[in-house]
């Protein structure tokens, strides 16, 4: 038998309910567990994501290096115009505008709270044209 069951990402933050609003639309969620201080939701694949009332939480600064990166999400999508639209329409604002370096397409993003987040183009299969 496995000693761990499940994994869930943990996200402090001051309004959880808020935060996990916009990750449920999002990622198309589902509600979880919730209690006074945790919200959390999971999706059709199995994956699961929970928020920590923290009225202290300090959103994470990055890529200043001030009060640095604290955690970094990142969401693998078909159609990286489509994704950002949705995540400008939640709430959510582009922090990487820069070419990235490397062989993914991804560009990087700020939900309501601050966190850090990055959508990369998942590689097509097909194969080439011409």
């Not at 006074?36 to 994470?60: E, H, K, Q, S």
């Not at 604002?93 to 709270?113: C, L, M, Q, S, V």
């Amino acid at each position: 038998m496995a000693l761990v069951t499940a994994a869930v990402v943990v996200l402090d933050c001051a309004e959880p309910e808020k935060l996990a609003q916009f990750y449920r639309k999002f990622l198309d969620g589902e509600d979880g567990e919730a209690s006074a201080n945790l919200v959390g939701i999971r999706t059709a694949d199995g994956f699961r994501i929970a928020f920590r009332r923290d009225v202290n939480a300090t959103p994470p600064s990055w890529p200043r290096p001030e009060n640095s990166l604290q955690a970094h999400l990142d969401f693998l999508v078909e159609d990286l115009d489509e994704a950002e639209r949705r995540v400008i329409a939640l709430g959510g604002r582009p922090i990487e505008t820069k070419d990235p370096a490397g062989p993914y397409e991804e560009r990087g993003y700020a939900d309501p709270a601050g966190h850090s987040f990055t959508l990369r183009l998942v590689p097509s299969s097909a194969p080439k044209q011409g």
